[in-house]
């Protein structure tokens, strides 16, 4: 098959070009030619910025593909253009989304019929902790508009793995391996739930081979915090609840993928992923996404915000 990766040359994206190379597909990928371009040689450019409208969309012009696989579109304006330039040149539109769309993350579990945000009007295009999800609403309303059965939308959850450039995950892995006491949010009992990337990618590959319709929930394996400081071999973490973590300044920044089970968000890492899984969806044990990042991650020079002076100064002061 030809398949078109809007975006595709960083993480997810990147998983999912290699995925669908695996697979022996033939790959095109539309960039702005402005991130690290590591991509197998096999892969063909093009460049075009969907930011400009149509006009930003010509190296698209006069050519066909069995599938396009949206990794990049977090605008209505950039998903309206994509969409509607390629309606009639693409068998399927399958639109990378988040789990971020739903209206009540505290529900639990959360299920692809629950309710969304409302949807944020087509001329936003501030992407923001506020306008994320609502946005993402829209494009997906456009997808399904444009394409109606003939487009599968995906719902991330927090992605992990290697090339993980968004220093979120990659934090736990490269603080065990760190070694010491390490500072654990929580006690040990609230849930982590992610999804390896190549998971995601593998099932891309899948609905695109299979024409498969429908929205998905993109969730892995749902483990305590206990559970995966023995993942990460951390021995002996210092278990902080929620009302010190507040006074020592200490949130999501801090401490990313953490969210206490009883929180505003606390369905966040209770996503159900049972229609997924139905549909082929295999999940990689949690151990090896782990290693596999920490192998990647070692050499990656990412930056944390919590320093290893700031988590000894906190460890210090509770006795730790």
């Known amino acids: 098959m030809n398949i078109l990766i809007l975006g595709g040359t960083q993480f997810v994206g990147r998983h999912i070009v290699e995925a669908f190379l695996d697979s022996g597909h033939k790959v095109t990928v539309l960039t702005r030619g402005k991130s690290k371009d590591e991509l197998p ?9 969907r930011n400009e409208g149509a006009a930003g969309l010509s190296a ?3 050519r066909e593909w069995d599938a396009c696989v949206d990794v990049s579109g977090y605008t209505p304006q950039q998903v309206r253009a994509s969409a509607s330039a390629l309606q009639g040149r693409v068998g399927r539109y399958v639109f990378v989304s988040t789990v971020s769309v739903y ?11 629950d309710p969304l945000s409302a949807p944020a009007a087509e001329d936003v ?43 979120r995950y990659p934090y736990w892995v490269d603080r065990a391996a760190r070694g010491g006491q390490v500072l654990a949010p929580g006690d040990g009992q609230d849930s982590l739930q992610i ?5 995601l990618a593998r099932f891309t590959v899948k609905v695109v081979e299979d024409g498969t319709d429908g929205t998905f929930n993109m969730s892995g394996p749902r483990i305590s915090w206990a559970d995966f400081m023995g993942v990460l071999g951390v021995s002996g973490p210092v278990w902080v609840n929620s009302k010190t973590l507040e006074t020592n300044g200490l949130g999501s920044r801090e401490l990313p993928v953490y969210l206490s089970a009883h929180g505003e968000q606390g ?6 992923n ?13 151990a090896t996404t782990a290693r596999d990042t920490r192998e990647w991650s070692k050499d990656a020079d990412l930056q944390y915000t919590l320093t290893p002076e700031r988590e000894a100064e906190i460890l210090a002061s509770l006795g730790g």
């Open 41 to 49: 040689e096999a892969v063909k450019h093009l460049h075009g910025d």
């Open 60 to 62: 698209l012009e006069d």
């Open 103 to 113: 209206a009540e993350p505290e529900r639990h579990p959360v299920r692809e019929d």
């Open 125 to 167: 295009t501030e992407v923001s902790g506020k306008t994320y999800g609502p946005l993402k609403v829209t494009c997906e309303n456009i997808v399904h508009e444009v394409y109606g059965e003939h487009c599968t939308v995906l719902r991330p959850q927090i992605v992990a793995g290697p090339f993980d450039h968004t220093a």
């Open 195 to 199: 999804i390896d990337a190549r998971d």
């Open 267 to 272: 369905g966040m890492m209770d996503v159900d």
């Open 274 to 286: 049972a229609r997924a899984m139905a549909a082929g969806l295999t999940l990689t044990d949690p």
